[in-house]
Each structure stands twice: as structure tokens, then as C-alpha cells.
């Protein structure tokens, strides 16, 4: 597996593994054996950037990750984020006191059974709290030795940019796929002037991008794709179909897979972008590490640009949305 260096010199495999679909948001949801034994198959298999949260259960993640990477701990590097209200078990909204910050950095490193984490990002921008106090926050773990990187997740150019000149930000967390480009705009031109690297989420479109998603598909209750417009509307999913004819066509040629093209187009776009498909298969983890040698052509990243594809539909539900720094 090939490696990138995100912001502050943290080195990682150049794909990671999304842990979320383990214990929520797409079922069904595997024994947590066997989601354990995927975690050890991605080590095996080259991968050094494992993605969980608190708030994914919450808490039962944290704790399948833990487990699965404790024989191997010194060989990853283990990202997890805090930011939400989970005292009663529900997360009852954003949460990034300085006060709730190290007492869910300490029950993190509990159910991580670590005692540092490598990466710690805000989930979400907690506007009650400024965002300076946030960063020293964390500079102070940092110091503690209880963290050794700062991140950052959905947050908006302006929050980046004060956060960083408190402590330096090695990585933010957004979505961003062929088939939402948005980071483009102002976050990847931001990131790459201060440093940081880029880690993308939902980088195959929440599944769509593989192909396996069309307008009669159905979702099972508890899918998060449910809540999604892009999913939801079946005039959308009709539209969006021509990303996936676009990423078959080339696919083709490269004896490649739809999922494969869609993961080595974003490795194509900045060498400290990192993305981190989720996956509870193993065949598709396979699948999803191969992009890591996919190369793809000046003339096939010309075909995709000039295809000037543009998604149909929101990304997020109304609730989900306003929870988005802008």
C-alpha cells in the first residue's frame, strides 16, 4: 500500500477505512466479530488509517475499532472525533466545552485502548463555543500527550483558518466525490495554502458511485441514505445515473471496477488527499484498496472534467444541513 503525508507530517496509507457502517447508518449491521476481523484484514492488507467517532452507536465503535487494532496498535493511526452532546447515551446536539472535550478524550482512549490518539477532529463547529477556545483545547491534550494531531470535520474556511493559528490543523474531514465538488470552491485551495491535508468521506457518493444503486433500489429502516434528497427522489437518483455511465465507460478500459475509477480520480486530484471509504466486506475492501494502483491518464481526468457532470439534489436533509459550517 502506498502511503501520503497529511498536514504535520502525519504519514498514512493512501486509503483508509471508514469504520461507521459497523455499528450504524447502513445496515445491516454486522457481528461485531466480523467487523473485527475486517479491521485486522485491512492491516494485513497495508492499511494504516483507521476512521471512527463517539457518536458513531454512539460509543459501540469506538470500542470495535479499539479491539480489532489493540494487537497491532503501534502500526496505525487511529482517528476519532468528539463534538456532541452523549451524556445520556443520545446525542442531544453539538458539545465542544472545554470541560466535555477532555472528559470524552479520556473515555475515547478507554474504549480505543490506546493511550494517545493519533487524530482527534471536531465533529462539528460548535457555534456557543469560539472556535479558539476549542483549538487550545486541544493543543492543551496535545501537551498532555493524550493526542498528537488536530482536525477538523465540515468545517467552514474561516473557522480553519482561526483554529489553525491556535494549533496547527493536520486534516479536515468533508464529503467530497465526483459527484460532490464542492471543497473545490474555497476549502482545497485553503488547505493547500496553510498545509492540511484533506480526507474525504462518502468518497463513492454513500454507494452510489459503485453502480450497485439505481431508482428501484430500496434501503432498509435505520439506512441513512432514507433521509438523504439525492437517494430519496427518484427523478435524482435517474439524473445521477450518468456518473455511474461515465465511470463504467472508463472502467472498462481499465479493467477496472466504477468504485475503483471514482476512488483513483480523487487520489489524482492532490497527493495529501486521503480518502476513506467505509466498507463491512471484505471483497470490498479489495475492491476499494486496488484504486491505490489505478492510475488514471491526463486524457481520462480530461474526459471526466469535460463530461461537466453536477449532481442532482441535496446532499444533506434540511436538519443535517444546518449543522454544516459554511
Keep these: 500500500m502506498k502511503t501520503r503525508t497529511l ?14 457502517g459497523m455499528s450504524q447508518s447502513f445496515p445491516p449491521i ?19 488509517f483507521f476512521d471512527t467517532a463517539q457518536v458513531y452507536g454512539p460509543f459501540d465503535n469506538e470500542e470495535i475499532v479499539g479491539e480489532g487494532l489493540e494487537p497491532m496498535r503501534e502500526q496505525v493511526v487511529i482517528a476519532t472525533k468528539f463534538g456532541f452532546e452523549l451524556s445520556t447515551g443520545v446525542s442531544t446536539g453539538t458539545d465542544s466545552r472545554p470541560e466535555t472535550i477532555k472528559s470524552s478524550v479520556d473515555d475515547s482512549l478507554r474504549r ?15 457555534r456557543n463555543v469560539p472556535i479558539e477556545e476549542v483549538a487550545g483545547t486541544v493543543k492543551e ?14 468545517a467552514g474556511v474561516q473557522n480553519i483558518r482561526r483554529a489553525h493559528a491556535v494549533q496547527p490543523v493536520t486534516a479536515l474531514q468533508s464529503e467530497y466525490s465526483l459527484w460532490w465538488r464542492e471543497p473545490e470552491d474555497a476549502i482545497l485551495p ?57 465511470l463504467q465507460e472508463i472502467a472498462d478500459r481499465k479493467q477496472a471496477t466504477p468504485a475503483q475509477v471514482a476512488l483513483a480520480w480523487i487520489l489524482a486530484q492532490k497527493p ?6 467505509g466498507t463491512t466486506k471484505l471483497h470490498r475492501l479489495e475492491e476499494n484498496l486496488a484504486a491505490s494502483e489505478l492510475e488514471l491518464t491526463a486524457d481520462d481526468l480530461a474526459e471526466i472534467e ?13 436538519a443535517n444541513q444546518r449543522m454544516i459550517d459554511r
Design 7 to 20: 498536514g504535520q507530517d502525519l504519514e498514512v496509507s493512501a486509503i483508509g477505512l471508514g469504520c461507521m
Design 30 to 48: 454486522p457481528p461485531r466479530g466480523d467487523s473485527i476481523a475486517l479491521i485486522r484484514a485491512a492491516v494485513e492488507r497495508g492499511v494504516t
Design 112 to 126: 480505543l485502548r490506546t493511550e494517545y490518539i493519533d487524530l482527534l477532529y471536531q465533529h462539528r463547529i460548535d
Design 141 to 154: 491534550l496535545i501537551e498532555a500527550g493524550k493526542v498528537r494531531h488536530f482536525g477538523m470535520s465540515e
Design 190 to 246: 485553503t488547505l493547500e495554502e496553510l498545509g492540511i491535508g484533506f480526507v474525504p468521506f462518502s468518497p463513492l457518493g454513500k454507494g452510489f458511485l459503485t453502480g450497485k444503486i439505481d431508482e428501484s433500489t430500496t434501503f432498509e429502516n435505520g439506512d441513512f441514505r432514507n433521509t438523504v434528497p439525492r437517494f430519496v427522489d427518484g427523478e435524482a437518483r435517474r439524473a445521477n445515473r450518468v456518473f455511474v455511465e461515465l
Design 272 to 277: 495529501w488527499i486521503v480518502p476513506i471509504p
Design 306 to 318: 469535460n463530461a461537466q457532470l453536477e449532481g442532482e439534489g441535496a446532499r444533506y436533509s434540511e
